[in-house]
């Protein structure tokens, strides 16, 4: 078999992951990896026994495809490269800064024939796969991701870090158009938002409440579903989906609490799961979503079939990605414009509710 040459432009923290998980798979060569930072392009080629590039520009000559993980604000430039040379890549999530720079990306992977696809890595989550696989008409969503402060992807705000996975996944499962967006945000650590909250609605009426945070001291990642089928409830960093749905004499005969003798009433919570609502735990498989990401772009790229996540399911979270951060940068935290607005600016707080910290070496 001809093994596919490929690249990492980008090895910092999730790259160099691409880069590990590429050395393992037998279809391909990893002919080098690019980093601006010298020491840390080659340390991780030293460990993947490939080459190590302080630049990208020679592996445009050298490989069949390559994926992109540099911060956001680069994937335009260096992307760009690549595509014009008609060469297929994975560029990590979110696609571009905006969704100007986002069509970009996709009209000149139109226009040079190359594959694109972009790292939206919890389509590949089996709990996720599990969930879209089943009839469900979602008409309320609520999602939540939320950690602590890494340090990293601080030239994009929460928003496009964390929440625009969700945003994907609920373009997936809602199959409608946003049709109204309401939310606000706080910088706590730099000049983009930190944690933030939307409720968007959609044209078919369903309603989604995204919430996420890089500054909870735990991290978790979930999304409950309600709708006419019963409820689903995802753990996405256990890789767990949970399933509800009304049983067939909840169905047929309905539940009328008042018409119920006081014992039969008292059974009824002992009865719930099981008599009247039926419930499985499905746990997914245990391959990691990154493997299975970088299996399937090797597999389009190979087969020429359309990745999973295209450049345009990218752009179509961008725009309401951008949809949410106007609504962000323009909440009036007191209700009317002449106030505090946007996600730098709070109202005066009226105390501490806690006691303050003494610092390390203050007076
Ligand atoms: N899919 C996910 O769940 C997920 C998770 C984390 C990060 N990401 C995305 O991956 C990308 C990288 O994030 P990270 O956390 O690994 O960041 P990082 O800062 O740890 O790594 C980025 C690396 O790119 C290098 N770099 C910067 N400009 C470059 C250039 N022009 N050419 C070559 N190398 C360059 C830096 O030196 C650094 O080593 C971002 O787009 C981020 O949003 C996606």
Redesign the pocket.
Known sequence: MIRLRMAV???????KEHARILAGLPDVELVGV????AD?AHAVARRNSTRAFA??WPLLNLVDAATI????S??L??ASEFLKRGIPLLI???LALDCRQGETLVNLARDHQALLQV???ERFNPAFEELHKRPLQPKFVSCERVGPF?G??TD?GVVL?LMI?DIDLLLRLVRSSVSGVKALGVCLFGRHEDVANARLHFANGCVAELTASRASPTASRRMHVWAPEGYARIDFQQRRLSLVQPSEQLRRHGLDPGRLDPAARARIKDDLFGRYLETIDIDGHTQDQLSCELKHFVECVRTGTSPKVTGADAVDALVVAEAILESIRSHAWEGHAAGPVGPNQLPAPLGSLVPPMQQEGAA
């Open positions: 432009v980008g090895v910092g923290h999730l790259g690019a980093d601006v930072n840390q630049d990208y993980a540099v911060p956001t680069h994937h430039a260096v990590e999530k979110p790292g939206h890595i890494s990293r992807s994009i870090d996975h």
